[in-house]
């Protein structure tokens, strides 16, 4: 008697040490209106850097972009993987516009966890901004000279 296939699943699977962490750092350093969002990332070396969120209402940083300096100050220039939660026990948060855009152009090939409970997924970047501005793609290449240059 063979054994019968058993299913596979095909999502792939969401890194819930990143998301404890997040969470973590929501229910613990969530202060007041000012630090309401938590992010977590796994760098390319598999460390975890976490951050809070700068509310202002002139536009203080999101908890990712929080991170992308916490990050840099502690080494970890590739980032692979990142979530945000929110205090109060909101769940997972996925990114905002600004900081969709951010993260695209700083982590090409970044994997953002979104979605709630049972149904968190990874997600590619570049899918939760399809047919986005890249800003690299922008930008001069260093043997380029930009128009008129050579006339100055």
Do not use: K
């Amino acid at each position: 008697m063979t054994a019968e296939p058993r299913p596979v699943d095909a999502r792939p699977a969401v890194d819930r040490e990143l998301v404890e962490a997040a969470a973590r750092v929501a229910r613990t350093r969530s202060h007041g209106d000012n630090h309401t969002m938590a992010a977590a990332a796994r760098a390319a070396d598999g460390r975890i850097v976490t951050a809070m969120n700068a509310y202002h209402f002139t536009g203080g940083p999101c908890a990712e972009l929080v991170l992308i300096g916490a990050a840099a100050a502690q080494g970890a220039y590739e980032l692979t993987t990142v979530v945000a939660v929110g205090d109060r026990d909101r769940g997972v948060v996925p990114p905002c516009g600004r900081c969709r855009q951010v993260l695209l152009d700083y982590f090409p090939g970044l994997t953002v966890i979104v979605g709630a409970g049972e149904d968190l997924r990874p997600v590619r970047i570049a899918e939760l901004l399809p047919e986005t501005y890249v800003w690299a793609d922008h930008q001069l290449d260093a043997s380029e000279e930009p128009p008129g240059a050579a006339d100055r």
